[in-house]
């Protein structure tokens, strides 16, 4: 088993650009939530997590040219620039180097508002090309052409960006590549809001991870990557590792196309095979960073596969998207660093608005900020519909 090293991470989300920022809010129990500002849309009543920046800001930040890029690719761009300048990739090149970007939007945001456009003409035609989640990836890299060996995109909904982690683990492992770039990206668009306004699961305030009253989830958008690379290759390039990739899953239950197994059986196989694959005992996760939607289904399914897992010594759990809302197919990535974070400065994210316990289950989520929590092992969870779940776990690096 070849140890692999995370070396560096980006991150954008509405609680703003770059890990400092995102840290701060985490520690000050400060939620960017609100009412909807840049998407377009009939249906606004419905609180988001929203960047805070417009299309044409972020491509102003990038300096790209105005309108050529859709705003899943300028999100992405934003979080990849950070994870480069950490890893220093751009000074000491791994020999070979992946990209791997998680998305289901993808250039939505611009197609669907041309649509009619497509049908009736020639007009704004370039969006098409844009429009698909390959397309997405190629905008994210184009400043850096020539940099990667391989480049490739998963969509697999809300795990998307977990398995974009997990393949580019895999690639380093059978020794196709020694570093891999692997995360996602994914802004709001009129599609994904009514997508799951459909399904009815859009809490009209503010979600409630875990709480027995929970009313749905609330959508958000971001993007994050982080730098993982094979032991050899951070040797070669003489940089200094922020933790270690220990053990990951990727589970299918395919209960349901969107809701899971009322036993959580395949969020139970993935955080047991992840656990499994580290080989640490489950005695030694200190810190759950759970999905944690705030739906019905989710939540209790999620908690009964945490006390499957973990019986009567459940570790501290919480989820994040009380703070940022569901990043969707960027979650993943998002979460990833998020935990790095927890485990980097020893603290566990609380888990905001909860009030009552889910009778079902036998615990609560972390509410409380636990500042100086000696965090050695950290799992971070994401799942996605079909049951496509998805684990993977974070490692303080044993220096003895």
Do not use: W
Not at 191 to 207: A, C, Q, R, V
Request: charged share 20%.
């Amino acid at each position: 088993m070849r140890n692999i090293f995370v070396t560096g991470m980006g991150i954008i989300t509405s609680l703003g650009i770059g890990k400092d920022r995102t840290l701060q809010a985490l520690q000050q129990k400060k939620s960017s939530i609100g009412a909807m500002k840049y998407l377009q849309t009939t249906h606004n009543n419905f609180p988001v997590g929203e960047v805070q920046l417009s299309t044409d800001e972020m491509g102003d930040f990038l300096n790209v040219p105005d309108g050529t890029y859709t705003r899943t690719a300028l999100l992405g761009r934003i979080a990849l620039k950070e994870a480069l300048q950490e890893s220093e990739i751009n000074e000491k090149r791994p020999k070979r180097l992946a990209l791997i970007s998680g998305t289901t939007v993808g250039g939505m945001d611009k197609s669907e508002i041309f649509y009619n456009d497509f049908l009736s003409g020639d007009k704004h035609t370039e969006y098409i090309e844009t429009h698909d989640c390959g397309a997405t990836t190629d905008l994210i890299s184009k400043e850096y052409q020539g940099k990667f060996d391989v480049i490739t995109t998963i969509s697999t909904a809300c795990s998307s960006a977990a398995n974009a982690v997990i393949l580019g683990a895999n690639l380093i492992k059978t020794g196709r590549v020694d570093a891999a770039i692997v995360g996602g990206s994914e802004c709001l668009s009129k599609f994904h809001l009514n997508g799951f306004k459909t399904l009815m699961i859009l809490d009209s305030e503010h979600n409630k991870p875990f709480d027995r009253n929970r009313n749905g989830l609330n959508l958000g958008e971001g993007a994050a990557f982080i730098v993982i690379e094979s032991e050899e290759s951070v040797n070669e390039r003489n940089v200094n590792p922020i933790c270690k990739l220990s053990g990951y899953a990727n589970t299918c239950d395919a209960f349901h196309q969107t809701a899971t197994s009322p036993n959580g059986e395949g969020a139970f196989l993935a955080m047991e095979k992840a656990i499994q694959e580290s080989g640490l005992k489950k005695s030694d996760i200190d810190y759950i960073n759970a999905h944690g939607t705030g739906t019905d289904n989710n939540d209790l399914t999620e908690g009964i596969a945490i006390m499957r897992v973990f019986g009567d010594k459940i570790p501290p759990v919480s989820s994040i998207k009380s703070f940022t809302g569901h990043t969707t197919s960027a979650a993943g990535s998002v979460e990833s660093v998020i935990s790095i974070l927890a485990l980097k400065h020893n603290f566990i994210p609380v888990n905001l608005n909860f009030t009552e316990q889910i009778e079902e289950l036998s615990f609560k989520p972390a509410t409380e900020m636990i500042p100086n929590k000696d965090l050695k092992h950290v799992i971070t969870n994401s799942f996605g519909f079909g049951g496509n779940d998805s684990s993977c776990i974070f490692s303080q690096i044993d220096l003895s």
